[in-house]
C-alpha cells in the first residue's frame, strides 16, 4: 500500500489545497494498493506559478545545456538502477505485463532520459547564418512553462517522453498524471528530489480531466504536451489555438500491419505478440487490423487465432503473463461492448469473445475477428485492448488503400521476406512511423501521427525541437 498525503509543487511535498482522496485500485484483485490527493484548480494554480518562478527567476533556464545534462544524468544515473521498483509499480496500477514493464514502463522510459541528456552535449544550439546585411545568430530557447498531460496506459514513457526534452531545452513543467496511475510519478517525483533538480523545474498534480482543462486553460502555460485521446486532443488544441500556444498532441490510432504474400507466416504471428498486442492492447500504436492476402486468408486465420488463443492470462505481475487484466472496469465494459458491436456487425468471432477468462479483476478474453471489412466499427475505432480485425485484401494496391483508409495515421508495419520491398510499401502508409517485420519506438528517432493521431512530434531531435523557441539575431558586418 502507498500513501502520499501531499503533492510535489515546488520542490517540496507540499499539502494539498481540496480534501479529495484518489485511490488506486488493482486491476488484478480490485483491491486498493494506494491512495494520492487528488489535485485541484488551485493546486493547478500553485503549481504553475512555481514552474513559471522557477522558469522567469530560477536558474533552470539559465544553465548551460551541458550543466543541465549533468543534473538530468543524475536523474538518469538513479532511475537505470531503480527502474525494476517502477516497473513493478505500473504492473500493479493498470494490469500491465511485468516482462512488458521492465521495458516499455521503465526500461524505455529511461532510455529516453539518457538520450535526452546525452543530445544536449550535440544538439544544434546556436548557429550563424549569413544575413543580407550581416550575420545572423540563429538560437533556441526554452519556450518556457510547460504542461504535460499523459494517460494511463504508458505512463512513464508519455511523461518522459515530454519531460526529458522540455527539462534538456530548459524549461520548466507542470504534469498532470491520469487518476488511474498516479503513483508511478510520484515515485519519480522522489527521485527527481534526490537528484538535486531545482526547485519548481518539475511540478506534479495528479487529478481528472476537468482540473486537466484548468491546466491547458491556465495564462501561465506556455506550451502544452498533452497523449491521449483524440476526442481530448480536439479540445486541448481548440483552447491552444485560442490562445495562440503550441500543442504537442499524441493521440489515438488504429494502425494496420499488412502481411505480404511472401511474408514468414510464423515469425508475423510471433510478432504481433509485440506490435498487436503489447501491454495487453492498451497502446495507441497497437497494429490491430491485420490484413492479410486473400490467397492466405485461411492460413493466416488458423495461425492468428491459435496464437491469441493460447496467450496467458493472468496476474500482470506472473513472469509467464502475456495478457493481463485492463485498467479499470469502465476498460473491460468498453472492450467487451466492441465484441458486441463486432458480432453485430457481422464479424466472424474466430476466438475469444465475451467469455471473462478470470472472475476476479477486469479481465477480457484475446479476441480476434475474421472476415472483417474495413467499414466496420471495429475496423475504424480505437478499441484498446487485445481485440484484432483480420481484413482480407485483393493484391498490394489494395492494401495500401485499405491500411490508408483511417482517420488515424500512427503506426504500421508490413511483414515480407523482402525487407527492401517492405520499405517501399511502408513509404506509402500515411502514418508517422511504420516498422517493417517489428515495430519499435527508438529514443532516436520521431514518433507521432498524421491526421486524428494527433500534430507534431515526440522523441529525437524533433522532439527537442518542440521545445525551444528559435530566434535570430541580427548584427551588422
Ligand atoms: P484521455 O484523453 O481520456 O485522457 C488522457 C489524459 O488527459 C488524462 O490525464 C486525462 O485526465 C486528461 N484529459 C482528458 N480530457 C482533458 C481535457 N479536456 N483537458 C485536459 N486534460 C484532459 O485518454 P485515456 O483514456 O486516459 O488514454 C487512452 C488514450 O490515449 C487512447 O486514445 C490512446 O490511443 C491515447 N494514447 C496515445 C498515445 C500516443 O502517443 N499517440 C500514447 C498512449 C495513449
Not at 93 to 119: H, K, N, R, W
Not at 126 to 152: K, Q
Not at 191 to 208: C, S, T, Y
Not at 315 to 326: K, M, S, V
Request: glycine share 12%; charged share 20%.
Amino acid at each position: 500500500m502507498r500513501e502520499h498525503d501531499r503533492l510535489f509543487i515546488g520542490g517540496e511535498w507540499t499539502a494539498p489545497a481540496g480534501t479529495g482522496v484518489i485511490e488506486v485500485v488493482s486491476p488484478h484483485t480490485e483491491e486498493v494498493i494506494g491512495r494520492v490527493p487528488e489535485g485541484t484548480e488551485a493546486d493547478i494554480d500553485a503549481a504553475v506559478a512555481a514552474a513559471r518562478r522557477a522558469f522567469d527567476h530560477g536558474p533552470w533556464p539559465r544553465l548551460t545545456p551541458a550543466e543541465r545534462a549533468e543534473a538530468l544524468g543524475r536523474l538518469s544515473a538513479i532511475y537505470a538502477e531503480r527502474q525494476q521498483e517502477m516497473a513493478d509499480l505500473v504492473t500493479a496500477e493498470m494490469g500491465s505485463p511485468i516482462l512488458f514493464s521492465i521495458f516499455g514502463q521503465a526500461a524505455l522510459p529511461q532510455m529516453v532520459l539518457q538520450y535526452y541528456t546525452d543530445l544536449a552535449a550535440t544538439f544544434t544550439w546556436e548557429e550563424e547564418r549569413a544575413g543580407m546585411l550581416g550575420p545572423v545568430a540563429v538560437t533556441r530557447e526554452p519556450v518556457g512553462v510547460v504542461a504535460a498531460i499523459y494517460p494511463w496506459n504508458v505512463p512513464q514513457f508519455t511523461l518522459m517522453m515530454k519531460l526529458a526534452p522540455a527539462l534538456v531545452a530548459g524549461c520548466t513543467v507542470v504534469a498532470k498524471p491520469s487518476p488511474e496511475t498516479p503513483l508511478d510519478g510520484f515515485l519519480l517525483a522522489e527521485w527527481i528530489k534526490e537528484a538535486g533538480i531545482p526547485e519548481g523545474v518539475v511540478n506534479i498534480v495528479p487529478a481528472g480531466r476537468e482540473v486537466g482543462a484548468h491546466l491547458v486553460a491556465h495564462p501561465g502555460v506556455d506550451k502544452v504536451a498533452f497523449t491521449g485521446s483524440t476526442a481530448a486532443g480536439r479540445k486541448i488544441g481548440a483552447v491552444c489555438g485560442e490562445r495562440l500556444r503550441p500543442a504537442t498532441l499524441e493521440l489515438g490510432g488504429k494502425s494496420a500491419a499488412i502481411i505480404l504474400e511472401d511474408a514468414d507466416l510464423a515469425a508475423t504471428i510471433e510478432g504481433f505478440k509485440m506490435a498487436s498486442l503489447m501491454n495487453n492492447g492498451e497502446a495507441c500504436a497497437a497494429q490491430t487490423r491485420i490484413l492479410a492476402p486473400r490467397g492466405r486468408y485461411e492460413e493466416v486465420a488458423d495461425a492468428l487465432a491459435q496464437m491469441v488463443a493460447g496467450l496467458a492470462v493472468g496476474d500482470p505481475a506472473d513472469y509467464g503473463t502475456e495478457i493481463g487484466p485492463l485498467v479499470a472496469r469502465r476498460q473491460q465494459e468498453r472492450v467487451e461492448d466492441y465484441i458486441r458491436i463486432g458480432q453485430d456487425e457481422g464479424a466472424k468471432l474466430i476466438t475469444g469473445g465475451l467469455t471473462r477468462p478470470h472472475d476476479r479483476g477486469w479481465y477480457v478474453a484475446p479476441t480476434v475477428f475474421g472476415e472483417v471489412s474495413n467499414d466496420m466499427r471495429i475496423a475504424r475505432e480505437e478499441i484498446f485492448g487485445p481485440v484484432l480485425a483480420l481484413i482480407p485484401y485483393d493484391g498490394e494496391d489494395d492494401a495500401v488503400r485499405i491500411a490508408n483508409d483511417s482517420d488515424y495515421g500512427l503506426g504500421g508495419s508490413v511483414w515480407t521476406a523482402d525487407v527492401a520491398h517492405g520499405v517501399e510499401v511502408a513509404r506509402r502508409i500515411r502514418t508517422g512511423s511504420c516498422g517493417v517485420n517489428m515495430y519499435i519506438l527508438d529514443p532516436n528517432t520521431p514518433f507521432g501521427g498524421y491526421k486524428d493521431s494527433g500534430l507534431g512530434r515526440e522523441l529525437g531531435p524533433e522532439g527537442l525541437s518542440a521545445y525551444l523557441e528559435h530566434k535570430a539575431i541580427a548584427r551588422p558586418a
